[in-house]
């Protein structure tokens, strides 16, 4: 061999010899980092927590947990059937009052109970007074920080007019909306519909009317 052809040789040796030692110390390209390409995974579970393992509900109201809440509001007649004589417009404006409780059974859905009192003066100058006693179920949801609920009740009241009483069925049917004003408190406004038949029986048969009355009245509800 020629001295020329082993000074060649010897160079590209000395310039080829680095070569590995660069190659170990450059990181390996990932597939990650190649054109549409995953990363393949580690093993562990990087996947986001399954929601139907979570505690948590879309509502707020839980199974197990308890409203208590109060009423006061205006009582205004809306009709008596079939009219006799002036009717609802026999009846002055009147009050109510109320208290309610609710136990919830399932996410959003109560039953409870309502107790409540309303009083309406007549033009010729007597009284009306009603005491109802009711079942409720309502159904509750939440847009914080609002509040709203769907409710009917069934039950009893007692009415007493000029002196002479009565019991008999009844029904309601409302709505409510409220602003939570903290962890234990909301207020809003409860619009609700009263049915009160007055049912007669025999010789006084034809005494039977059907009255109805609307509730508007500004509710407080604490959160047990």
């Given at each position: 061999m020629k001295?020329?052809?082993?000074?060649?040789?010897?160079?590209?040796?000395l310039f080829?010899?680095?070569?590995?030692a660069?190659?170990?110390?450059?990181?390996s390209?990932?597939l990650a980092d190649?054109?549409?390409?995953?990363?393949p995974s580690d093993?562990?579970?990087n996947?986001?927590?399954?929601?139907?393992?979570?505690?948590?509900?879309?509502?707020?109201f839980?199974p197990g947990?308890?409203?208590?809440g109060?009423?006061a509001?205006?009582?205004i007649?809306?009709f008596?059937?079939?009219?006799t004589?002036?009717?609802?417009?026999?009846?002055?404006l009147g009050?109510?009052?109320?208290?309610?409780?609710?136990?919830?059974l399932?996410p959003?859905?109560?039953v409870?109970?309502?107790?409540?009192?309303?009083?309406?003066?007549?033009?010729?100058g007597?009284s009306?007074?009603?005491?109802?006693l009711?079942?409720?179920?309502s159904?509750?949801w939440t847009?914080?920080?609002f509040?709203?609920?769907?409710?009917?009740e069934?039950g009893?009241y007692?009415?007493?007019?000029?002196h002479?009483?009565?019991?008999?069925?009844?029904?309601?049917?409302?709505v409510?909306?409220?602003?939570?004003l903290s962890?234990?408190w909301?207020v809003?406004l409860?619009p609700t519909?009263w049915l009160?038949p007055e049912?007669h029986?025999?010789?006084?048969?034809?005494?039977?009317?059907?009255g109805g009355?609307?509730e508007t009245?500004?509710?407080a509800?604490?959160?047990?």
């Amino acid at each position: 061999m020629k001295l020329s052809g082993v000074a060649v040789l010897a160079a590209a040796a000395l310039f080829l010899l680095p070569l590995p030692a660069l190659a170990a110390d450059k990181p390996s390209l990932r597939l990650a980092d190649a054109p549409g390409q995953e990363a393949p995974s580690d093993g562990g579970d990087n996947s986001a927590p399954d929601d139907s393992a979570s505690d948590s509900s879309d509502n707020p109201f839980l199974p197990g947990e308890q409203l208590l809440g109060v009423s006061a509001g205006l009582q205004i007649p809306w009709f008596i059937l079939p009219k006799t004589g002036e009717g609802a417009a026999n009846l002055k404006l009147g009050g109510n009052f109320g208290f309610q409780y609710q136990y919830f059974l399932s996410p959003g859905f109560s039953v409870g109970g309502d107790l409540a009192a309303s009083y309406n003066a007549t033009i010729g100058g007597l009284s009306l007074f009603i005491l109802p006693l009711c079942a409720s179920a309502s159904y509750w949801w939440t847009k914080l920080p609002f509040e709203f609920t769907v409710f009917g009740e069934a039950g009893v009241y007692m009415m007493r007019e000029n002196h002479e009483g009565i019991i008999d069925p009844m029904a309601k049917a409302g709505v409510g909306a409220y602003w939570r004003l903290s962890s234990g408190w909301s207020v809003g406004l409860k619009p609700t519909f009263w049915l009160i038949p007055e049912i007669h029986y025999g010789n006084y048969k034809s005494l039977t009317q059907t009255g109805g009355f609307i509730e508007t009245s500004l509710s407080a509800v604490y959160h047990l």
